[in-house]
């Protein structure tokens, strides 16, 4: 069973950078990509970041330049970095992982957090 518990949202005003974590449990063999998304009420969800297995990420045009994945070494930890955060940005933020489990091996399963609510004041 994997799990992703999700963290690190919160109200912040404009201008402002929060971290949003995303950590894996589980009987985990690999993770193979984590999607960061975000939607606000009234829109669809949006990919907002992504991050392949072999370090190549990927951004929206809307959070380009102001959001970052980070290269760290805390294990079945993925982190979405946002800085100079805009009232557009606020959203419920999901974290979605591409992982292969010790039980289903040959399996790529897909795994979402439960969410967490950015709100950036203006």
């Known amino acids: 069973q994997v799990q992703l518990v999700e963290s690190g949202g919160g109200l912040v005003q404009a201008g402002g950078s929060l971290r949003l974590s995303c950590a894996a449990s589980g009987s985990i063999f690999s993770i193979n990509r984590v999607d960061w998304y975000r939607q606000a009420p009234g829109k669809q969800r949006e990919l907002v970041a992504s991050?392949?297995?072999?370090?190549?990420?990927a951004y929206a045009d809307s959070v380009k330049g102001r959001f970052t994945i980070p290269i760290n070494n805390a294990k079945n930890t993925m982190y979405l970095q946002m800085n100079s955060l805009k009232p557009e940005d606020t959203a419920v933020y999901y974290c979605?992982?591409?992982?292969?489990?010790?039980?289903?091996?040959?399996?790529?399963?897909?795994?979402w957090g439960q969410g967490t609510q950015v709100t950036v004041s203006s």
């Open positions: 991050i392949s297995s072999g370090g190549s990420t």
């Open positions: 979605n992982a591409s992982i292969t489990t010790v039980q289903a091996m040959g399996v790529t399963g897909h795994y």
